[in-house]
Structure formats: structure tokens, C-alpha cells
């Protein structure tokens, strides 16, 4: 049975030009066994293309190739055709054709997938990070996170931890309450990364109330009372103080803007 030879050829890592490369070989029958394949990644220049090109022809070798140059496949194309070595481009025809489409050159900048894909994987780290140490479930995560967000019930933790965490940023937060001692890792973090929350005594009042009305309990348990709150945040301020974060109002702020609040100070 015949042997074939496939020289993977990219200017990134070459991985998709060898998946759709294995796909297209599975559809013959034990050919697979018989396809040979070597990879040649972060290809930038005609020289390194006409090396493989003359390789790929003393070895009988078969090219297959994604490669984002216009120049580069321009180059293979012509190349390929002088020494009689078969090639198939992957990538050109499909840019080509979104070019038209988009009325737009392309970037033409190798590994563009793989940096989103890093992005992708960062985000999802992310968001397991600010699930996992939400309010203060595990103080340990306050030292390893980005950012660090203290305040008492009802200030915007939660939802400011998973906007954060979209922007890749690994949040935890921790709740404060006058009974409840503070975990120590709390005074251990880099003040810089630490923020305090805070809301106005008589808006946090009307949330917790519609909190509650929302839970079907009744609206004047002690947890809305505004001499509690007042507690609260007194101790809140003894804390923070403590741990000498910056401390932000986010009384009539939505979550986006006291996020890129967070972001731009921590840049």
C-alpha cells in the first residue's frame, strides 16, 4: 500500500492544519495507517518555505498548509507548482473570500486563535475563581486573588466579582458583620488590591427591605433596620481602615462603572 507523506506546514503552532489534515485521511480506509505526518510550525519566512518545498519534493511529500502571509502563500503556491510538489492551502482561499465579504484586509497576524482561546481559558479561570470564593467561603482565596472586595450584606459584591472576573480577573470577596471576626488573610493582603464598599445608611435600608419583601419575610426584621445598618457600617470602617484600602461609595454606581473604577486604579 502506498505511503503517504504530509508536511503540516504554519506560521503558527500548525495545530489545525494537522487536525483537518487527520480528518480528511480517516475518511479512506486504513489509509490513516499509512499517512505520515510532520509538522512544521512557525514558518515567517521564504526561506524556510523553500527548504520544506525542497524537501517535500525529494521525499515525494505531500503539503498541506495554513498560513495567514499573503505574501508566504503566494510564495508556496508558485514554489510548489515549479517542483511538481503537491499542496493544498487551508487557510487562503476561506480569507480570500472573507476579505471580499468583510471589505477588509486581513491582519494577517499568525496565532490569533490561540491567543483568544488563552483569553477564552483565562475568563472561565476567572469565573471559577469569584464563584469559588465568594463571600468569604474560603478566606485562603484572598491572597491569591487580583482583587480583593470587603463590604456588608447587600453592597454589590457578588455581581461586581463576576463582572471583574470577565474581565479576567480573579475576585474575592468577603462579607463583613459586626459579630463575625474577619478572616486574618483579610489583613495579610496588599492594601493596593483591597477595596471597600460602601452605600448610603438610607439606600441600603430600601434594598434589604425589598430583599426581604422578595424572600417573602417580613420587612422590618432587624436585618433592615437602619440603626443595624449604621452598626454595620461602623464596623465596616473600623476594618477597612485596618486593613488601609481604598474604599469606594457605590450608592447610585452600577456595577460597570465601579468596575472600571477597580480597573483603572489597578492598572
Do not use: W
Not at 521564504?46 to 527548504?51: A, F, M, R, S
Not at 458583620?177 to 492594601?191: A, C, F, G, K, S
Amino acid at each position: 500500500m502506498k505511503q503517504l507523506r504530509l508536511f503540516i506546514v504554519s506560521d503558527s503552532v500548525g495545530e489545525t492544519g494537522e487536525l483537518v489534515a487527520k480528518a480528511a485521511v480517516s475518511q479512506f480506509l486504513y489509509a490513516d495507517q499509512n499517512a505520515v505526518m510532520k509538522r512544521f510550525p512557525y514558518i515567517d519566512t521564504v526561506d524556510h518555505l523553500q527548504d520544506i518545498i525542497k524537501m517535500a519534493a525529494e521525499q515525494k511529500a505531500f503539503i498541506v498548509f495554513t498560513l495567514v502571509s499573503k505574501e508566504l502563500r503566494t510564495y508556496l503556491i508558485s514554489e510548489t507548482a515549479k517542483y511538481n510538489v503537491r499542496a493544498v492551502d487551508l487557510m487562503g482561499p476561506l480569507m480570500d473570500a472573507l476579505e471580499k465579504e468583510f471589505d477588509s484586509v486581513p491582519l494577517q497576524e499568525a496565532g490569533l486563535v490561540r491567543k483568544l482561546d488563552d483569553d477564552y481559558f483565562k475568563k472561565v479561570e476567572a469565573i471559577e475563581f469569584a464563584v469559588k470564593y465568594d463571600d468569604g467561603r474560603d478566606p485562603r482565596g484572598i491572597l491569591m486573588a487580583d482583587i480583593v472586595l470587603v463590604g456588608i450584606s447587600r453592597t454589590s459584591k457578588t455581581p461586581l466579582s463576576q463582572y471583574l472576573a470577565h474581565k479576567r480577573l480573579k475576585v474575592a470577596n468577603v462579607p463583613l458583620v459586626p459579630e463575625v471576626d474577619p478572616p486574618e488573610e483579610l489583613y495579610q493582603v496588599d492594601p493596593a488590591k483591597c477595596f471597600g464598599l460602601v452605600i448610603s445608611p438610607e439606600k441600603l435600608n430600601h434594598i434589604r427591605k425589598e430583599r426581604l419583601i422578595a424572600l417573602g419575610l417580613n420587612d422590618d426584621a432587624n436585618y433592615a433596620q437602619i440603626n443595624r445598618i449604621h452598626e454595620e457600617i461602623t464596623h465596616f470602617r473600623k476594618v477597612v481602615d485596618r486593613i488601609g484600602c481604598e474604599v469606594l461609595d457605590v450608592t447610585n454606581r452600577a456595577v460597570e462603572e465601579t468596575a472600571n473604577l477597580i480597573m483603572n486604579k489597578i492598572k
